[in-house]
């Protein structure tokens, strides 16, 4: 399986955009990029997807690269809220794998005030 | 609100003594997947469901089942607990199997063996 490496860690002030980073060089042409967050004491929540082309939705916007191989899950306006572990997922094909989530070890992000 | 509901929130259990984790899901989707998560580690998926198709990750133990009697409902079944079983277990559902189906996860039951 394709795998994804984060940063183990960020900090982020309060209001102020927070660009996560997540590389996966060995990504293959059919498989779709996918964020997760997974609050304190809660199960994970899924944020965004993507392919090739750059995403956004209400809760945040997703870069990919032009060869695919890192994306950027950017959080516009970080609140307390944000405070999470986020998952920078590869979802495979369906006819190899089942459209399966292998969770990589994700990114735990502090938001001071 | 639709969603998906993991009971017990909170499982004692001791060593050896089956025990039985449930899930329910208002959303009908056709996928039902068990996670594991041990502390201060990422899920790891250990078999889902396609509708009454069960699909078995390679490194799940035996120790672990699943049972899934209608589209509601998925149990997850530990045979003979061990303490290296205690851990997070979350439900999660999706639509359909594929890439674009984002997953729909449940509060998870924390699961303690004594």
């Known amino acids: 399986d394709a795998k994804t490496t984060q940063p183990n860690s960020m900090e982020s002030n309060e209001e102020e955009p927070v660009h996560l980073p997540c590389n996966h060089s060995?990504?293959?042409?059919?498989?779709?990029i996918h964020w997760y967050r997974q609050l304190p004491s809660q199960g994970p929540e899924y944020v965004i997807h993507g392919l090739t082309s750059n995403v956004n939705n209400r809760m945040a916007s997703l870069a990919i690269a032009e060869d695919r191989k890192s994306s950027t899950l950017i959080l516009h306006r970080a609140t307390l809220r944000d405070a999470a572990v986020y998952y920078c997922?590869?979802?495979?094909?369906?006819?190899?794998?089942?459209?399966?989530?292998?969770f990589g070890d994700g990114t735990t992000l502090t938001v001071k005030p | 609100d639709a969603m998906v509901i993991q009971n017990p929130r909170y499982q004692v259990t001791q060593f050896g003594k089956p025990v039985t984790l449930s899930c329910s899901q208002t959303l009908n989707h056709n996928v039902m997947y068990w996670y594991q998560q041990k502390s201060s580690q990422a899920p790891k998926l250990l078999f889902h469901?396609?509708?009454?198709?069960?699909?078995n990750e390679a490194d799940t133990p035996d120790n672990f089942q699943s049972r899934r009697p209608n589209t509601s409902f998925c149990f997850l079944d530990i045979r003979s607990p061990g303490l290296g079983d205690a851990a997070m277990y979350l439900c999660?559902?999706?639509?359909?199997?594929?890439?674009?189906?984002?997953?729909?996860f449940g509060p998870g039951t924390r699961l303690t063996v004594t």
């Open positions: 060995t990504i293959s042409g059919t498989d779709y």
């Open positions: 997922i590869l979802r495979d094909s369906y006819n190899t794998n089942a459209g399966k989530s292998t």
């Open positions: 469901y396609y509708d009454k198709d069960f699909n």
């Open positions: 999660a559902t999706s639509r359909d199997l594929g890439q674009t189906y984002e997953q729909y």
